[in-house]
């Protein structure tokens, strides 16, 4: 059951004129979540109903005096399983760690987030180490997409729980991190909105690192409004609600260089409507060849910043416990024991000078246009063979990795028609421009939301 999730400003109106309470939501929440016919079990690896519930109580009776922590105190969220809670186990979707010593403290993201009131029910799945666009899980389950689930389809990755979280009403928004697309393609798969930011935007001490140099912090809601409030939470900046950038203003590029290639009928029947709707707005919508976007794949043939970075931090486990690691994501992993510091130090140079040729063209266009991922989610039936689970990864995780790389920032919303499989529209800016893509994604958004 795909519900419609609401947003954050709306719950932060219910909760200040009284019309709802905390708890309500978190019991709500909690509802959904143990709902024997739902996806609770696959969605979150634990769950803290009791000390929710406690948290809910504080600050309802807070708000009841008054003197309540913020706007949005109150309002049910979901954890990623790699960012560290105090007290917990942070075991970042794996057996490896499941026997760690606990957190002696929250991430900072995790910190930020409890400051400004919101609740949290529990830890969400995820991929393995966060190394998969695709979701699946072994150790724990997969929770199953909410669309078409007779089918039976993937959540998209890694920050899979946390948009099936918000999809199925067992949270509000959710808290996930974004290496190559892990917020934006589950995102996109379930129909909901997933924001990238600049990666030095927001602090990851605390968060279990897939790669130092990509890792970036983001949150999976309903609306861009969602995703922004969680990021002012996060980045500490200010937030700008109302902050348009008129459609007639507005430059956007579509490149023409791999991400248009293998769309589906849906996906590409969706993007070509939305080109046309904002064409008709007044946006200047141009084709611009990005051919520097077909170097990617041989710059990181070798694995890349994710195997680089991964690798030495999984050395001895890998040595220890080798077993236990699921073998899909080990083998990724184990691609930067080939790897070595001459290779890393390449690969930033080239990296250098990939980002200063990108960084021309966007000084003609206020940012870039593509489809999120260039299928629908597939069917967990399609990913039983190795190889075909390795080449559907690839190209789930294709056009999001491009911003990734950029060291940009970029956001999934939603852009098909209701009722159809869930397409995401990705924008995408250089290093830096949040504030301005946030400010473009609500007048897309709006434009979408008027069909």
């Given at each position: 059951m795909?519900?419609?999730?609401?947003?954050?400003?709306?719950?932060?109106?219910?909760?200040?004129s009284?019309?709802?309470?905390?708890?309500?939501?978190?019991?709500?929440?909690?509802?959904?979540i143990?709902?024997?016919?739902?996806?609770g079990?696959?969605?979150?690896?634990?769950?803290?109903?009791?000390?929710?519930?406690?948290?809910a109580?504080?600050?309802?009776?807070?708000r009841?005096?008054?003197?309540?922590?913020?706007?949005?105190?109150?309002?049910?969220?979901?954890?990623?399983?790699?960012?560290?809670?105090?007290?917990?186990?942070?075991?970042?979707?794996?057996?490896?760690?499941?026997?760690?010593?606990?957190?002696?403290s929250?991430?900072?993201?995790?910190?930020?987030?409890?400051?400004?009131?919101?609740v949290?029910?529990?830890?969400?799945?995820?991929?393995?180490?966060?190394?998969?666009?695709?979701?699946?899980?072994?150790?724990?389950?997969?929770?199953?997409?909410?669309?078409?689930?007779?089918?039976g389809?993937?959540?998209?990755?890694?920050?899979?729980?946390?948009?099936?979280?918000?999809?199925?009403?067992?949270?509000?928004?959710?808290?996930?991190t974004?290496?190559?697309?892990?917020?934006?393609?589950?995102?996109?798969?379930?129909?909901?909105?997933?924001?990238?930011?600049?990666?030095?935007?927001?602090?990851?001490?605390?968060?279990?690192?897939?790669?130092?140099?990509?890792?970036?912090?983001?949150?999976?809601?309903?609306?861009?409004?969602?995703?922004?409030?969680?990021?002012?939470?996060?980045?500490?900046?200010?937030?700008?609600?109302?902050?348009?950038?008129?459609?007639?203003d507005?430059?956007?590029?579509?490149?023409?260089?791999?991400?248009?290639d293998?769309?589906?009928?849906?996906?590409?029947?969706?993007?070509?409507?939305?080109?046309?709707?904002?064409?008709?707005?007044?946006?200047?919508?141009?084709?611009?060849?990005?051919?520097?976007?077909?170097?990617?794949?041989?710059?990181?043939?070798?694995?890349?910043?994710?195997?680089?970075?991964?690798?030495?931090?999984?050395?001895?486990?890998?040595?220890?416990?080798?077993?236990?690691?699921?073998?899909?994501?080990?083998?990724?992993?184990e691609?930067?024991?080939?790897?070595?510091?001459e290779?890393?130090?390449?690969?930033?140079?080239?990296?250098?000078?990939?980002?200063?040729?990108?960084?021309?063209?966007?000084?003609?266009?206020?940012?870039?246009?593509?489809?999120?991922?260039?299928?629908?989610?597939?069917?967990?039936?399609?990913?039983?063979?190795?190889?075909?689970?390795?080449?559907?990864?690839?190209?789930?995780?294709?056009?999001?990795?491009?911003?990734?790389?950029?060291?940009?920032?970029?956001?999934?919303?939603?852009?098909?028609?209701?009722g159809?499989a869930?397409?995401?529209?990705?924008?995408?800016?250089?290093?830096?421009?949040?504030?301005?893509?946030?400010?473009?994604?609500?007048?897309?958004?709006?434009?979408?939301?008027?069909?």
């Amino acid at each position: 059951m795909h519900l419609l999730a609401p947003s954050l400003e709306s719950l932060s109106a219910a909760l200040a004129s009284g019309r709802t309470t905390s708890r309500e939501l978190v019991e709500r929440c909690l509802a959904r979540i143990t709902d024997p016919s739902g996806e609770g079990a696959r969605t979150y690896i634990r769950i803290d109903a009791e000390e929710a519930r406690h948290a809910a109580d504080r600050i309802d009776q807070a708000r009841a005096r008054g003197d309540a922590p913020g706007p949005y105190a109150g309002i049910p969220i979901s954890i990623k399983d790699l960012f560290d809670i105090s007290g917990e186990v942070t075991a970042a979707g794996s057996r490896v760690l499941a026997d760690a010593e606990p957190a002696r403290s929250d991430a900072v993201a995790v910190a930020r987030l409890r400051k400004a009131g919101f609740v949290i029910m529990g830890r969400s799945n995820m991929t393995e180490f966060a190394y998969s666009g695709l979701g699946l899980n072994p150790h724990y389950g997969t929770p199953s997409n909410p669309y078409d689930r007779g089918t039976g389809r993937i959540p998209g990755g890694s920050s899979s729980g946390a948009a099936v979280s918000v999809a199925d009403g067992m949270a509000a928004v959710a808290l996930g991190t974004d290496t190559g697309g892990s917020c934006r393609i589950p995102a996109a798969l379930t129909g909901l909105t997933g924001f990238k930011p600049t990666a030095s935007r927001v602090p990851t001490t605390g968060a279990f690192p897939l790669s130092t140099t990509l890792d970036s912090i983001g949150g999976i809601g309903a609306t861009v409004n969602s995703c922004a409030i969680v990021d002012g939470v996060l980045s500490g900046d200010p937030v700008h609600l109302h902050e348009r950038i008129p459609l007639a203003d507005l430059r956007i590029g579509v490149p023409q260089t791999a991400v248009l290639d293998g769309l589906d009928r849906h996906v590409a029947a969706a993007f070509q409507a939305t080109l046309h709707r904002l064409a008709q707005a007044g946006a200047r919508v141009v084709e611009l060849p990005f051919a520097e976007f077909g170097e990617v794949a041989a710059i990181n043939a070798k694995g890349g910043f994710t195997a680089a970075e991964s690798y030495p931090l999984h050395r001895d486990m890998l040595a220890r416990r080798g077993d236990l690691y699921d073998p899909r994501v080990k083998t990724r992993i184990e691609k930067g024991a080939h790897m070595t510091p001459e290779d890393v130090a390449e690969l930033r140079t080239r990296r250098s000078d990939w980002i200063r040729r990108v960084s021309r063209h966007f000084e003609a266009i206020d940012l870039i246009a593509c489809p999120t991922t260039p299928v629908i989610a597939p069917a967990f039936s399609e990913l039983d063979d190795d190889d075909a689970y390795a080449r559907i990864n690839l190209l789930m995780l294709r056009n999001p990795t491009f911003i990734n790389f950029l060291d940009g920032c970029a956001i999934s919303l939603p852009c098909h028609e209701p009722g159809s499989a869930p397409v995401g529209l990705m924008l995408a800016a250089t290093h830096g421009q949040d504030r301005r893509l946030f400010a473009a994604a609500r007048a897309v958004e709006d434009l979408l939301a008027a069909r």
